[in-house]
């Protein structure tokens, strides 16, 4: 069951699915390119490297050239998308702590918890208290 602190639902369920599509074409362009490779390792010399081989390898580099390039924009396209969504999400809960100032420990809207190595007394060379 859902808490008060966690984001709206659908937001998450789009970025999962995003992410899920985003690694499945990932997938797919590793296995055709590993699958291109590995068909040129044994048609290389089945076909005596000739100028028919040559030709396809070419064609076959441009093709996977051409879909890598494609994936990568896809890949960073998701990652705009992913960042568009985080920020609309902590404006969600920023509008719920306006309504609500009491409602940010719920969210977990706190500012950043220092580290220990962040203490000036643990840089300088002192022992933490």
């Not at 390792?41 to 494609?70: D, K, N």
């Not at 994936?71 to 404006?91: C, L, P, W």
């Not at 719920?96 to 220990?116: N, Q, S, T």
Request: charge should be positive.
């Amino acid at each position: 069951m859902p808490t008060r602190a966690d984001p709206p639902l659908p937001s998450v369920a789009v970025r999962s699915q995003t992410w899920s599509e985003v690694m499945g074409r990932i997938a797919s362009h590793l296995m055709f390119t590993s699958a291109s490779l590995l068909f040129l390792a044994l048609a290389g010399p089945a076909m005596s490297f000739s100028g028919t081989f040559r030709l396809l390898a070419i064609l076959l580099g441009l093709t996977l050239l051409v879909a890598g390039t494609l994936t990568s924009f896809r890949v960073h396209n998701a990652s705009q998308e992913d960042y568009m969504f985080i920020k609309g999400m902590n404006r969600l809960r920023a509008g719920y702590i306006d309504i609500d100032p009491h409602a940010g420990a719920v969210l977990h809207h706190r500012p950043p918890r220092r580290r220990a190595w962040d203490r000036p007394d643990v840089r300088d060379g002192g022992t933490a208290p």
